[in-house]
């Protein structure tokens, strides 16, 4: 297999080498000359192609865009084309993210015909690339555009296949060979390509602003294309109180925008591994900078919250639900524990249609409850869905502001055309402006915006802990080795992990009124460590909590942003094992997937007198709520059993 392998790489050199010969072709080297990117023109036509190392990625892959009257940039070349080629760094404090400092280096390339051209970045973990217009019109229409990715050879991928375009982004993932992946699946960005010696390659896009982010589609071998849903042309409202959105009709164009502008990135990362590729900043380095002059209002925080755990607190002589006793307590709950905000979820709004964002139900006195909050130091975030928070946006978030709310939850956008897209930003912007921070639900994974606009917190984009309240047939916990490699790439992701009702494989069953998590107990405090989320969600009830004091002590006490990561080791669906320092404290968390293991780390960089460690317990093969904590002397190294379904946390003092 290894020979028929190499005679088919030979194949392929000299295939481009007949393909390049004579034609115009420019290099593009990372700082570390590991990564190279060859564009060339073809027939009139501009291709790249990239390898990492010995390593052959993409053979020659198209890049076009066809904007209105037929000109379509990226073919019938002329032969004046002009090129600059340079080097660059990008430094950027980066407050709410997994390290508190970013400092990468790339060489740039930008091809440039006329009125267009093709920006290529090269970091030495990733190609990213980009379309450049200079038209003077101050209307102009992209009708489609065509991104190629020609992998070298028939390399398995692990991806998440979709509904259709009008979707929440939410499913497990499937592994395959490129070349049995139907053409008729709709795929996500954040596709994840295992190379040969262990090397891995992620695609996706970045910096998306007013225009539509990408799908992927398989058009048959091993080539990816992306695909653009079009500009809506026709919706109606629909579920409960109407609040929801659904394109009827599509324009025959993706955007409507400007002649002068940046496109989004078409990005590949490469990396040497799978654990490089979760410690990857090339994403960030390809944001828009920061548009708020000043961040220090933003509140990063964790959340106490009721959905998912229905309101069933125990103990209390009041009738739990949508009332002002339950959210007294929910708040009490978070100010003697250090919880920053709680979060109302659905059904504190007066159901009507049209839905009217500012009138509540009898059951809730909010502004009582705002001043409860302040005076407690706690928070409140408000849900909402997005057709009634976007149809008053302005009213709707300057008098909830007035009153002391600390910000929202907007739910249910479930498409990623360009409307949508242009919504987010404007709810992110108009929020900042009166200091509000947002969590997206039901909306399309992160593209950047959270670098532009960091009152953004966070993104749901993901099927999380709250798919299994009431479904017996999800393998959440393999799902969840995948996540990290995949989703979470691209920023932070909303899982709202947390929950104290655990089961094994064998014991899980859905229950909406007391929900559990699939896996041990440890599993889900780890999780608040390997998952990034500046605003992370306490999921299960106060009362279940306080029940489980050790518990509720870490996930009270760890960060939601961080100094440095550093990922410890890590393989796709199988384990990761995530270290981050915030501050002079370090925290480790590691995750298995239904296989028990034993691992040794190595954590001597970490400085320490004391390590407290949560542990799988014996009998969490039988029992996933057993758990134990002990406190040892550190070593700089740490030894853990991790069960079926299992994880571990642990604290390095």
Same mark, same amino acid.
């Given at each position: 297999?290894?020979?028929?392998?190499?005679?088919?790489?030979?194949?392929?050199?000299?295939?481009?080498?007949?393909?390049?010969?004579?034609?115009?072709?420019?290099?593009?080297?990372?700082?570390?000359?590991?990564?190279?990117?060859?564009?060339?023109?073809?027939?009139?036509?501009?291709?790249?192609?990239?390898?990492?190392?010995?390593?052959?990625?993409?053979?020659?892959?198209?890049?076009?865009?066809?904007?209105?009257?037929?000109?379509?940039?990226?073919?019938?070349?002329?032969?004046?084309?002009?090129?600059?080629?340079?080097?660059?760094?990008?430094?950027?404090?980066?407050?709410? !993210?997994?390290?508190?400092?970013?400092?990468?280096?790339?060489?740039?390339?930008?091809?440039?015909?006329?009125?267009?051209?093709?920006?290529?970045?090269?970091?030495?973990?990733?190609?990213?690339?980009?379309?450049?217009?200079?038209?003077?019109?101050?209307?102009?229409?992209?009708?489609?555009?065509?991104?190629?990715?020609?992998?070298?050879?028939?390399?398995?991928?692990?991806?998440?296949?979709?509904?259709?375009?009008?979707?929440?982004?939410?499913?497990?993932?499937?592994?395959?060979?490129?070349?049995?992946?139907?053409?008729?699946?709709?795929?996500?960005?954040?596709?994840?390509?295992?190379?040969?010696?262990?090397?891995?390659?992620?695609?996706?896009?970045?910096?998306?602003?007013?225009?539509?982010?990408?799908?992927?589609?398989?058009?048959?071998?091993?080539?990816?294309?992306?695909?653009?849903?079009?500009?809506?042309?026709?919706?109606?409202?629909?579920?409960?109180?109407?609040?929801?959105?659904?394109?009827?009709?599509?324009?025959?164009?993706?955007?409507?925008?400007?002649?002068?502008?940046? !496109?989004?990135?078409?990005?590949?990362?490469?990396?040497?591994?799978?654990?490089?590729?979760?410690?990857?900043?090339?994403?960030?380095?390809?944001?828009?900078?920061?548009?708020?002059?000043?961040?220090?209002?933003?509140?990063?925080?964790?959340?106490?919250?009721?959905?998912?755990?229905?309101?069933?607190?125990?103990?209390?002589?009041?009738?739990?639900?949508?009332?002002?006793?339950?959210?007294?307590?929910?708040?009490?709950?978070?100010?003697?524990?250090?919880?920053?905000?709680?979060?109302?979820?659905?059904?504190?709004?007066?159901?009507?249609?049209?839905?009217?964002?500012?009138?509540?139900?009898?059951?809730?006195?909010?502004?009582?409850?705002?001043?409860?909050?302040?005076?407690?130091?706690?928070?409140?975030?408000?849900?909402?869905?997005?057709?009634?928070?976007?149809?008053?946006?302005?009213?709707?978030?300057?008098?909830?502001?007035?009153?002391?709310?600390?910000?929202?939850?907007?739910?249910?956008?479930?498409?990623?055309?360009?409307?949508?897209?242009?919504?987010?930003?404007?709810?992110?912007?108009?929020?900042?402006?009166?200091?509000?921070?947002?969590?997206?639900?039901?909306?399309?994974?992160?593209?950047?915006?959270?670098?532009? !606009?960091?009152?953004?917190?966070?993104?749901?984009?993901?099927?999380?802990?709250?798919?299994?309240?009431?479904?017996?047939?999800?393998?959440?916990?393999?799902?969840?080795?995948?996540?990290?490699?995949?989703?979470?790439?691209?920023?932070?992701?909303?899982?709202?992990?947390?929950?104290?009702?655990?089961?094994?494989?064998?014991?899980?069953?859905?229950?909406?009124?007391?929900?559990?998590?699939?896996?041990?107990?440890?599993?889900?405090?780890?999780? !608040?460590?390997?998952?990034?989320?500046?605003?992370?969600?306490?999921?299960?009830?106060?009362?279940?909590?306080?029940?489980?004091?050790?518990?509720?002590?870490?996930?009270?006490?760890?960060?939601?942003?961080?100094?440095?990561?550093?990922?410890?080791?890590?393989?796709?669906?199988?384990?990761?094992?995530?270290?981050?320092?915030?501050?002079?404290?370090?925290?480790?968390?590691?995750?298995?997937?239904?296989?028990?293991?034993?691992?040794?780390?190595?954590?001597?960089?970490?400085?320490?007198?004391?390590?407290?460690?949560?542990?799988?317990?014996?009998?969490?093969?039988?029992?996933?709520?057993?758990?134990?904590?002990?406190?040892?002397?550190?070593?700089?190294?740490?030894?853990?059993?991790?069960?079926?379904?299992?994880?571990?946390?642990?604290?390095?003092?």
């Amino acid at each position: 297999m290894k020979a028929n392998r190499w005679v088919l790489m030979v194949c392929m050199a000299c295939l481009c080498h007949v393909l390049w010969a004579g034609q115009r072709s420019w290099s593009v080297l990372s700082p570390d000359k590991q990564l190279k990117a060859d564009v060339f023109i073809e027939k009139e036509q501009v291709y790249f192609t990239l390898s990492h190392g010995q390593t052959q990625v993409l053979l020659p892959s198209r890049a076009a865009m066809r904007i209105q009257r037929g000109t379509v940039l990226g073919e019938n070349v002329s032969r004046s084309v002009k090129t600059k080629q340079g080097s660059a760094r990008v430094t950027r404090d980066t407050p709410f !993210y997994r390290k508190s400092q970013v400092d990468e280096a790339y060489t740039w390339f930008l091809l440039q015909d006329r009125k267009w051209g093709i920006e290529f970045r090269v970091f030495n973990g990733g190609m990213a690339y980009r379309f450049v217009t200079q038209f003077k019109d101050d209307s102009l229409y992209v009708e489609d555009e065509r991104n190629e990715f020609c992998f070298a050879a028939d390399f398995e991928m692990c991806y998440l296949p979709l509904r259709g375009m009008d979707t929440d982004f939410q499913g497990l993932y499937k592994q395959a060979k490129l070349s049995s992946i139907s053409a008729d699946e709709m795929i996500a960005p954040q596709c994840l390509v295992r190379l040969d010696d262990g090397k891995c390659a992620l695609v996706t896009d970045f910096n998306v602003r007013d225009y539509p982010t990408m799908f992927m589609q398989s058009v048959g071998g091993n080539i990816l294309h992306g695909y653009y849903p079009k500009y809506p042309k026709k919706e109606e409202a629909f579920g409960k109180n109407m609040t929801r959105s659904r394109v009827l009709e599509r324009q025959d164009y993706l955007a409507h925008s400007i002649g002068k502008r940046t !496109y989004p990135w078409r990005v590949v990362l490469v990396t040497g591994s799978e654990a490089e590729l979760l410690d990857s900043d090339v994403l960030c380095c390809l944001a828009d900078p920061c548009e708020l002059k000043d961040v220090s209002w933003i509140r990063p925080g964790k959340a106490s919250w009721e959905w998912w755990n229905a309101c069933n607190l125990t103990g209390v002589d009041f009738k739990t639900g949508v009332n002002n006793e339950t959210y007294k307590y929910f708040i009490d709950f978070a100010s003697q524990h250090g919880i920053e905000y709680i979060l109302m979820d659905e059904g504190w709004t007066l159901r009507q249609q049209p839905m009217d964002l500012l009138r509540t139900i009898p059951e809730i006195d909010l502004p009582m409850l705002v001043n409860y909050g302040k005076e407690k130091g706690v928070g409140i975030i408000l849900w909402s869905d997005y057709l009634p928070f976007d149809a008053d946006m302005e009213r709707v978030v300057r008098e909830y502001a007035q009153m002391g709310v600390k910000g929202f939850k907007i739910d249910h956008m479930n498409r990623n055309d360009q409307k949508v897209v242009k919504f987010a930003e404007r709810a992110a912007k108009l929020c900042a402006r009166y200091h509000m921070i947002v969590d997206f639900h039901g909306v399309f994974p992160p593209t950047g915006l959270q670098f532009t !606009y960091p009152n953004v917190l966070n993104y749901e984009a993901v099927l999380g802990l709250e798919a299994v309240k009431g479904k017996k047939e999800l393998d959440l916990v393999t799902h969840e080795c995948i996540v990290p490699f995949t989703r979470q790439v691209v920023g932070p992701i909303d899982y709202t992990q947390g929950a104290m009702r655990n089961a094994t494989k064998d014991g899980y069953f859905g229950n909406r009124i007391q929900p559990m998590s699939q896996g041990t107990r440890c599993r889900q405090l780890a999780e !608040y460590v390997v998952f990034e989320s500046p605003f992370n969600m306490l999921c299960d009830s106060p009362t279940q909590y306080e029940a489980n004091p050790q518990c509720l002590d870490f996930i009270a006490e760890v960060p939601v942003v961080w100094d440095e990561t550093k990922v410890l080791r890590a393989e796709l669906g199988k384990f990761i094992i995530v270290a981050r320092r915030k501050g002079t404290v370090w925290y480790v968390g590691g995750i298995t997937d239904w296989d028990e293991r034993e691992i040794d780390l190595d954590v001597s960089f970490m400085k320490g007198r004391e390590v407290k460690v949560y542990r799988d317990g014996v009998n969490a093969d039988k029992n996933a709520e057993d758990f134990r904590v002990e406190n040892i002397p550190f070593s700089g190294k740490l030894q853990v059993h991790l069960a079926s379904g299992g994880g571990f946390a642990a604290v390095v003092m």
